[in-house]
């Protein structure tokens, strides 16, 4: 007999129940439609405890690997502890330890979790500032390892939460995070499948995670990180993708600018355009899309066609306040 | 006897077929357009059932949710002749996974018998279509 809880919900799951006539049974409010596996209606995740596998089938392996899985299917062999699939997991205090500006409207910010805080590189935080404000950013780096998290903030015009990191946020400040959230992450087991990570802006800071963690776990297929920009002031972070490509035969940097001219590594062209000439046939590639919501729509789109395989094409579009209508002041 | 759905086996096969359906749709302009602004990862989900549905497995596709699914289509012209195009990419695409003909047939008899659904219409009790 196994225990699954969900939200106030602690039930027994009988013999030959699923994970979610148990919490039907015992009143729990799960969405649910065909009981069989299929809709994914009822995708959950598991926060403790192993989500069985079989309860995985057709779900992208991002997902199954974050430990989601389908209830109506699941006949669990551990306790679980779920969690509604888009719930963020926690909340930890943390410090702001190091802030430096990377280019004209992007700065980094490096904080220190005052416990432990389990994200993996190219999820998502929302960082909460003392007086309620919250914004989400994206984890650029091997947060385990290196025991601080690293965010990529671009400054906009009118950013309440962004101007106060590149103004006021210095170093000692306390901030919370809430989070991960996400599921555009690394997924270990296929070594030699070519890899494509494509984005504008700094969709580029879980791009540079999800790399840095493929390398860390011994990828050796070809990793393209391709990263695009309006003008050459938008590309930023030149010296880290340097320093990746110098240090891994596997990686190939490509970095575009739409108006004006290339120079150096960086060439013209929309990012979807250098995409589509260099890549033409992604069949069997791993896709992974951050940045501007209308780049990645356009991006997945593309890719799809160009042969990678829906499981395969994993996207974060960031929306940001400056994308929704103005609100009356 | 078997489904079609086991004999082209089950849940694996039907995220290839996804795959390769999808494609086809979006690559033919007589209905690409209604896919411009879709969201693929739902998509995904949903054709996965469409297709678990209509090759005899496990269904979760109810005739309200077809409508309701469909209605934002209907109201951008989708007609009988777009669902005609569906039929059509869904029997290339299960013969090109190796079903035969027979069952292909039957899978289009299936996705026939969703059409009202579909374009938010009464069944045609006797009256002509």
């Given amino acids: ?329 | 006897m078997t489904s079609l759905f086991e004999r082209l086996g089950g849940q694996p096969a039907i995220t290839k077929a996804v795959d390769v359906f999808y494609r086809k749709m979006l690559k033919d302009p007589r209905v690409a357009r209604f896919f411009a602004t879709t969201d693929m990862n739902r998509q995904r989900a949903k054709q996965a059932a469409f297709l678990t549905m209509v090759t005899g497995g496990p269904a979760a596709y109810t005739g309200k949710d077809m409508r309701t699914g469909h209605a934002h289509l209907v109201a951008q012209g989708l007609n009988d002749s777009h669902v005609d195009v569906v039929i059509e990419h869904l029997g290339a695409t299960l013969a090109e996974l190796g079903a035969k003909s027979e069952d292909i047939a039957q899978v289009a008899a299936l996705a026939n018998s969703v059409r009202d659904d579909v374009l938010n219409r009464a069944s045609p009790s006797g009256a002509g279509r």
């Fill in chain 1, 1 to 329: 007999m196994t225990r699954v809880r969900f939200d106030t919900t602690d039930v027994d799951v009988g013999e030959n129940e699923s994970v979610l006539d148990a919490l039907l049974r015992a009143g729990a409010d799960v969405p649910y439609s065909c009981r069989s596996g299929v809709c994914q209606s009822c995708c959950l995740r598991a926060v403790e405890g192993r989500a069985p596998s079989a309860a995985q089938l057709g779900l992208p392996p991002t997902l199954a690997a974050l430990g989601h899985f389908l209830a109506c299917v699941a006949h669990p062999q551990d306790d679980l502890v779920c969690a509604r699939p888009g719930a963020l997991a926690g909340a930890v205090d943390a410090t702001i330890r190091d802030r430096e500006s990377l280019a004209a409207d992007v700065v980094r910010i490096r904080l220190t979790p005052n416990a432990p805080f389990d994200v993996k590189p190219g999820q998502y935080v929302n960082l909460v500032r003392p007086d309620g404000l919250v914004r989400s950013y994206s984890v650029a780096n091997l947060a385990d390892d290196d025991g601080f998290v690293e965010l990529h903030v671009r400054v906009l015009e009118h950013g309440a939460m962004s101007r106060w990191i590149a103004t006021s946020a210095s170093p000692g400040t306390a901030v919370t995070l809430r989070g991960p959230a996400g599921s555009c992450v690394y997924v270990p087991g296929s070594p030699d499948e070519p890899l494509l990570l494509a984005g504008s802006g700094t969709g580029l800071a879980p791009l540079l995670g999800i790399a840095r963690d493929a390398l860390r776990h011994g990828h050796r297929g070809p990793i393209h990180l391709m990263h695009g920009g309006r003008t050459a002031a938008a590309l930023y972070g030149g010296d880290e993708l340097e320093r990746l490509r110098r240090s891994h035969d596997n990686v190939v940097v490509t970095r575009c600018v739409l108006d004006g001219p290339g120079h150096g590594d960086v060439v013209e062209g929309a990012l979807d355009r250098v995409i589509a000439a260099r890549l033409p046939d992604l069949t069997g590639w791993r896709v992974y899309l951050c940045g501007h919501p209308d780049l990645v729509r356009t991006l997945q789109q593309d890719t799809f066609l160009a042969g990678a395989s829906l499981d395969a094409i994993h996207a974060d579009a960031f929306l940001t306040r400056a994308d929704a209508p103005a609100a009356p002041s």
